[in-house]
Every structure is written in C-alpha cells, then in structure tokens.
C-alpha cells in the first residue's frame, strides 16, 4: 500500500495559502471567480471577452453531438429574409416570428428571439437555411402534426 499522495501548494487564487490537496484551499476558487467577474464587469462580460479570444460562442448547456447552438442576429434574419424572397418568399411579420410563405405549405418561420426558425422540408428554404446554419438540430415532431413536415434549427436542446 503506498499513502496516499499529499502534494502541499500554493493556493491558485494568489492568497498565498497553501493548499494541502487539490488546487484551491476551500472556497477559494468562488473567491477567485467572483472576484475575475467583478474585475471585468460581470460573468456575461467574462462570456464576450473569452467569446472574442475564442472566436467562437461558448454553449453553457453542452449541446454535443451533431446539435449545436443558434442564434440568428436581427442582421442575418434581414439578409436571411432578402435570399427567401428572391426564392420566391414572401414575408409577413407576426407576433412571435417572421413568416414566409411560397405557396401552400410551403413556409418558413424565423422567430423574433433569433433562437429557432422551422422551414418546410425539402422546400428551397428548407435548402438554403441549411447553407446558413448547417443540418436542422431540432426534433422533427415537437407537437406532431404540422411540425413532422418542418425542419427545425434551435438554441435549445427541445
Ligand atoms: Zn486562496
């Protein structure tokens, strides 16, 4: 049997303390974290900064495999809805989402919040948004029905 393994260092929070396991003395790390968040102007400072440096937006809830986190800018939504009308798109404005239509049961809906847009299946849309923002991550049937014949890109894991 060897003992176990004590490897005293100091406290990565810069306190100056010496941590007998692990790489915080207890609490230090929450310190350490409130403490980086105050510097900078709050964790969602802390998200753009780290965002920048990264280039890439960083998912807190880990979408993993083929799913992955969308968010249509109210810029990308405009340029969006400008290529869907020279497909033949027509859009009208409703309360929670922009809505294009081409002919019957042909159509596309891109919601106002920017986290979830649904195209009718194997329609010009329904190609083009997968230009945009890559394979549909959404379930294909939410409430049934209607919803098994659109495509759906979201933020969230539905
Ligand atoms: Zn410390």
Request: charged content about 25%.
């Amino acid at each position: 049997m060897t003992p176990r393994k004590i490897d005293p260092k100091p406290c990565a929070c810069g306190c100056g303390q010496t941590t007998k396991t692990g790489t915080f003395l207890p609490g230090h790390d929450q310190k350490l974290r409130a403490a980086i968040e105050r510097e900078v102007g709050g964790l969602e400072s802390l998200k753009e900064i780290i965002e920048g440096i990264i280039g890439h937006e960083i998912e807190s809830i880990p979408s993993g495999g083929k799913r992955r986190g969308l968010l249509v800018t109210p810029e990308l939504s405009g340029s969006l809805q400008r290529s869907l009308n020279e497909l033949g798109y027509q859009f009208e404005k409703k309360a929670n989402y922009m809505h294009g239509s081409r002919e019957h049961g042909d159509s596309v809906f891109i919601h106002h919040s920017g986290l979830r847009v649904r195209a009718t299946k194997y329609s010009r849309a329904a190609n083009l948004l997968r230009a945009y923002l890559g394979q549909p991550n959404g379930s294909a049937s939410v409430h049934g029905g209607e919803e098994d014949r659109l495509d759906t890109w979201t933020s969230s894991d539905e």
